[in-house]
């Protein structure tokens, strides 16, 4: 029998959209309320405003004002409400905490009804849920547990077993108003997931023919395919799920632009036109590009950067 998991995150201090999920799914059941966290925006306050004390004050009230919210989520769903916090959460390092639900543990698996869950992608096996905040781009090929669901780049999609569940409010940054996405609905078993987006306000399914292969995208209609739009972003995730193909299990620190160019090309069963000229075009200017999870190595091989974001 399959688990039905209600999936959402990155509401970044917002409560109405929240309460638009609530209301979209009255009278529904489900076995799980999954939320992947950005409860607060209180990172990005600390950055705009550069008073960090103010900031982790506002987190802290932030999390105050969503947990009743969160409470109807936890009493919905028959296990309950499962949950990481996200980096504007300063991934729980704020002058409060949530008491609801059950936080997903990053050193260790826990058991919730059926389902087993873990924040650590050292601890992933065949029969275990990962609930983190970050996407982790290295894991686009190889993901090896029973379902991932994640946030944080507020670019939904649907990959294998694998969900990143957009966002639920966001700011603008042309406009400076709230934009509000969407929620998920998930049936989960052994065979995979069956994934229904439903929007609480501009998040719309996206399917790009010549980025099929990579999944199903949702996100505000206007924005169109995100791997079109900005190309870097499909260059970082096929870094990084290359790198991760060659050295994994292995003491390998370092690898070949032709390797990398090789392995990469060949997660694709149809690459895109072009698409290994592009992406050996990209390797040779790695240092020249922005959050970029490798880096080049004195002796001209390609390493691991330093301070990858989300490798």
């Known amino acids: 029998m399959p688990s039905r998991l209600l999936v959402m995150g990155d509401n970044h201090g917002d409560v109405e959209s929240l309460r638009r999920v609530l209301a979209d799914v009255e009278g529904e059941s489900f076995d799980y309320a999954v939320h992947v966290g950005d409860f607060t925006n209180a990172w ?3 950055r705009r405003t550069d008073d960090e004390a103010a900031a982790e004050r506002l987190g802290a ?4 004002e969503v947990e009743p919210v969160l409470a109807e989520f936890d009493a919905l769903a028959e296990h309950g409400l499962v949950w990481v916090y996200g980096n504007q959460d300063y991934f729980g390092d704020l002058p409060e905490e949530l008491s609801v639900g059950r936080e997903v543990p990053e050193d260790d698996v826990v058991q919730v ?5 873990t924040n650590s992608l050292d601890l992933v096996t065949p029969d275990v849920v990962l609930v983190t905040h970050l996407e982790y781009w290295r894991l686009g090929d190889h993901f090896e547990g029973l379902a991932h669901f994640c946030g944080n780049s507020h670019r939904g999609r649907h990959v294998g077993d694998r969900l990143n569940s957009a966002f639920l409010q966001v700011r603008d940054p042309e406009t400076d108003e709230n934009r509000f996405g969407g929620y998920f609905v998930v049936e989960l078993d052994e065979s995979g997931l069956d994934v229904e987006m439903r929007s ?6 996206i399917e790009c023919d010549r980025h099929r292969e990579r999944g199903v995208q949702f996100q505000p209609d206007a924005r169109g395919c995100m791997f079109c739009n900005e190309a870097g972003t499909l260059m970082r995730e096929m870094c990084a799920s290359a790198f991760y193909g060659l050295t994994r299990g292995t003491d390998r620190e370092s690898v070949s632009d032709e ?3 090789d392995c990469a090309e060949g997660l694709w069963n149809e690459p895109p036109t072009g698409f290994r ?4 075009a990209y390797l040779a200017e790695l240092e020249s590009h922005r959050y970029a999870p490798l880096t080049r190595a004195e002796d001209g091989s390609i390493r691991l950067a330093e301070k990858s974001y989300s490798y």
């Open 61 to 64: 009230e932030q999390l105050r």
């Open 200 to 205: 609480v306000g501009d998040l719309t399914r």
């Open 259 to 261: 390797e990398l160019v």
């Open 277 to 280: 000229e592009s992406f050996a």
């Open 44 to 46: 990005r306050t600390a």
């Open 113 to 117: 009804g059926d389902l087993r869950f």
